[in-house]
């Protein structure tokens, strides 16, 4: 059974940036196909970046030139390095699969993310 472990959120002024990290522990799972969600009270989970099945990479539109995804994985660590923060990137992130996958792992408990001054 895989096992993910989000961490590294926190709070932060607008501008600002974090380095979240997920950790990916149990057999079968594939860094290289996983990717950052978000969440915010109301709206079902946002697809934020992913590396895809096929080995393109997925932004969305309000992250792209802000948020680079990254993974080591001989240490089996996902990262997402978020710049140039802004209020409403405020959410609990999460990592999983890409959405795309034949997979879905068990969600963890996410990582507060707050941009506010």
């Known amino acids: 059974q895989v096992q993910l472990a989000e961490s590294g959120g926190g709070l932060v002024q607008p501008g600002g940036s974090l380095k979240l990290s997920c950790r990916v522990s149990?057999?079968?799972?594939?860094?290289?196909?996983m990717g950052w969600y978000r969440q915010v009270p109301g709206p079902p989970r946002e697809l934020v970046a992913a590396?895809?099945?096929?080995?393109?990479?997925y932004y969305a539109d309000s992250v792209k030139g802000r948020f680079t995804i990254s993974g080591d994985k001989a240490k089996n660590i996902l990262y997402l390095q978020m710049n140039s923060l802004k209020p409403e990137d405020t959410a609990v992130y999460y990592c999983?699969?890409?959405?795309?996958?034949?997979?879905?792992?068990?969600w963890g408990q996410g990582t507060q993310v707050t941009v506010s001054p």
């Open positions: 999983n699969a890409e959405p795309w996958s034949t997979v879905q792992y068990s």
């Open positions: 149990g057999n079968g799972f594939d860094i290289d196909t």
């Open positions: 590396f895809l099945t096929g080995g393109s990479t």
